[in-house]
């Protein structure tokens, strides 16, 4: 069974820094891809970031790409999402999720962490 758990949101002010951690079980995820979320109240969950987990493309939305940089761990099964420069409109929800194939930018992946919250004060 894949578990995906995500950790280190919070508040921080605007301009500040937060990086990101989802650790990965149940799988050996060298076929998978892997990517970033997020959802803010009253509007629909949107890509952020993602990855092959074997390969080095990495893919951004325009949203944040500049900004945020998508990184694995191979020894300790984690991925992690480093946020620079965050701006209000950052505040969201944050999911990690897994799919087994190509990088796609829709919510078809079979895999979901359960969020972490990530608030931007201006």
């Known amino acids: 069974q894949v578990q995906l758990v995500e950790s280190g949101g919070g508040l921080v002010q605007a301009a500040g820094s937060l990086r990101l951690s989802c650790a990965a079980s149940?799988?050996?995820?060298?076929?998978?891809?892997m990517a970033w979320f997020r959802q803010s109240p009253g509007k629909e969950r949107t890509f952020i970031a993602a990855?092959?987990?074997?390969?080095?493309?990495?893919y951004y939305a325009d949203s944040v790409k500049g900004r945020f940089t998508i990184s694995k761990d191979n020894a300790k099964n984690t991925v992690y999402l480093q946020m620079n420069g965050l701006k209000p409109e950052d505040t969201a929800v944050y999911y990690c999720?897994?799919?087994?194939?190509?990088?796609?930018?829709?919510?078809?992946?079979?895999?979901w962490g359960q969020g972490t919250q990530v608030n931007v004060s201006s």
């Open positions: 149940g799988r050996t995820f060298s076929s998978y891809t």
């Open positions: 999720a897994a799919r087994v194939g190509a990088v796609v930018t829709s919510l078809q992946y079979q895999y």
């Open positions: 990855r092959y987990w074997s390969g080095g493309n990495t």
